[in-house]
C-alpha cells in the first residue's frame, strides 16, 4: 500500500476517507493490478466469469481489466460498493453497480444470489475484524470461488467456509484463489427446494388449469343445452304458429257466430217486446169498447 493512501487512512480513518474521497477515488496502484489480472486470467483460465462480483470495486480496475483479458464468453460483470460507486460509473457506465456494504453482506442481504465469481481487490484487509467472519461465511453461500486480491501477505483467510486452492505474488500484489466448502452442498439444497417449490407450483397451476377448463366445459354444456334448449322452442313455436293461426282463425269465427246470435236475440227481443205493446194496446182498446157498450146500455 502506498504511503500517501496509507497517510490519509490515518488522518480521516478508512471509513470516513471513501465518504469524502469516494466519488473521486483512482486506485494508486492500478498499473500492478492490471497486470495482476492479466497473469490471474492466464493461471485460472478455467474459471468460470459468467457472471462476476467485482466487490468493493472502486473505480472499476478489476472490472475495466477484465473486460480486456478475459477470453471466455459469456462474461457478465457488476460492481459493488457503498463509496465509490459514482467513480465506477464514469468509467464502467455499462455496468451495473450496487452500493451494499461489507456489513450489509455480512447480514446476509444477497443471500440467495449465485455468483460464478467473486473478486475482492484491495478492501478485504481493511474490513472490521468483527464483521470479517460472518462477512466470509455469507459469500461462501453465493459464490463458488473467492479472489482475494491484497497488497500485504498477512492477510489470509482462515475460516472453515474457504479453502485456498492457488495463489500468486506479482509486483508486491498477492492475488490468491479460494473455493467455497459449503456452496455446492447449500445450492444442491437450495436448487432442491426450489425444484419442489416448482413442482408445487406447477401442481397447483395445473390443478387450477383444470379447475378452469372443467368449469368453462361446464359453461360451454350449459349454454349448448340454452341453445338447444331455444332452438327446440322456436321450432315448436314455428310449429305451433299454424295451429295457432287456425285457432286464431275459429276464435273469429266463434266470436262472429256469437255476435250475429246475439243480434239475433236482440231482434228477437225487440219483436217480441213491439208484439207485447200491440197486444196490450188491443186489449186496452177492446176493453174500453166493452165499457162504452155497457153504458150506452144502462141509458
Known sequence: MSKGIRNQYSKYGVTNYYTQFGSNYRNPHERRLTLSIKKMTSLFSDLDYSNVLDLACGSGEITLALQKYVQKRPLKISGMDPFTNEAYKMRCSSNKI????????????IFGRKYSLIICSYAMHLCNKSVLPNLLAQLALITLHLII???????????YNWQKINGFVQEKVHVTLYKSINFEMVWEKLDYENEKENENENEKENSDQKEIKTKEKQESKTLKNEKGTKEKEKLLEEDQKPIKQETNKKKVVIEKEKEKEKGKYIQKTKRKISSQKKDKKKKTKSNSNVKKKQKSKFK
Not at 98 to 109: K, P
Not at 149 to 159: D, E, G, L, M, R
Request: charged letters at 20%.
Open 98 to 109: 450496487e452500493t451494499f456494504s461489507f456489513e450489509d453482506l455480512a447480514n446476509g442481504q
Open 149 to 159: 486480491i491484497s497488497p500485504t501477505k498477512k492477510f489470509q483467510i482462515q475460516n
